[in-house]
């Protein structure tokens, strides 16, 4: 990927543009000088959420899931982990379904956790239940292919 990438900052919330060839060294943001990549999750509200999902060219993962949720809390680990893995070809987020129910009522979370993968704006991947690590990265990057 040698075109230039827009990239959100999970800070300021600045939109970045990065050469494509230096995603893996580490870039930091244009205005508050914070890693654009930390190998972990964001958070996202209903404040921020559109921006870092029609504005980051690269795709955007979330999970859906709530404090509550034992499946959600087994899963936290394995999402953690596939950040450091996907990153940053892929961004990871997550939605607190408890604190955030209008976004999950937009998504139609019906069920936790819940992952979405999404591309410039559009959804074009969800996936329900718990997932390990691998199988995280591997749905991901199956989901992913060719964009």
């Given at each position: 990927?040698?075109?230039?990438?827009?990239?959100?900052?999970?800070?300021?919330r600045?939109?970045?543009?990065?050469?494509?060839?230096r995603?893996?060294?580490?870039?930091?943001?244009?205005?508050?000088?914070?890693?654009?990549?930390?190998?972990?999750?964001?958070?996202?509200?209903?404040?921020?959420?559109?921006?870092?999902?029609?504005?980051?060219d690269?795709?955007?993962?979330?999970?859906?899931?709530?404090?509550?949720?034992?499946?959600?809390?087994?899963?936290?680990?394995?999402?953690?982990?596939?950040?450091?893995?996907?990153?940053?070809?892929?961004?990871?987020?997550?939605?607190?379904?408890?604190?955030?129910?209008?976004?999950a009522?937009?998504?139609?979370i019906?069920?936790?956790?819940?992952l979405?993968?999404f591309?410039?704006?559009?959804?074009?991947?969800?996936?329900?239940g718990?997932?390990?690590?691998h199988?995280?990265?591997?749905?991901?990057?199956?989901?992913?292919?060719?964009?």
């Amino acid at each position: 990927m040698s075109e230039p990438v827009h990239i959100v900052c999970s800070q300021c919330r600045g939109v970045n543009r990065v050469p494509g060839t230096r995603l893996s060294e580490g870039p930091k943001c244009g205005r508050c000088h914070a890693p654009l990549f930390t190998g972990h999750p964001i958070a996202l509200t209903g404040a921020d959420f559109d921006l870092h999902a029609t504005r980051n060219d690269i795709p955007l993962l979330v999970d859906f899931w709530a404090p509550w949720c034992g499946p959600c809390r087994m899963m936290a680990p394995a999402f953690e982990q596939a950040a450091k893995i996907l990153e940053p070809q892929v961004r990871l987020a997550k939605v607190n379904t408890e604190e955030e129910q209008a976004l999950a009522a937009r998504f139609g979370i019906v069920s936790i956790p819940t992952l979405i993968l999404f591309h410039q704006g559009r959804e074009i991947g969800r996936q329900p239940g718990a997932m390990g690590t691998h199988d995280i990265v591997r749905w991901v990057r199956a989901q992913s292919q060719g964009l």
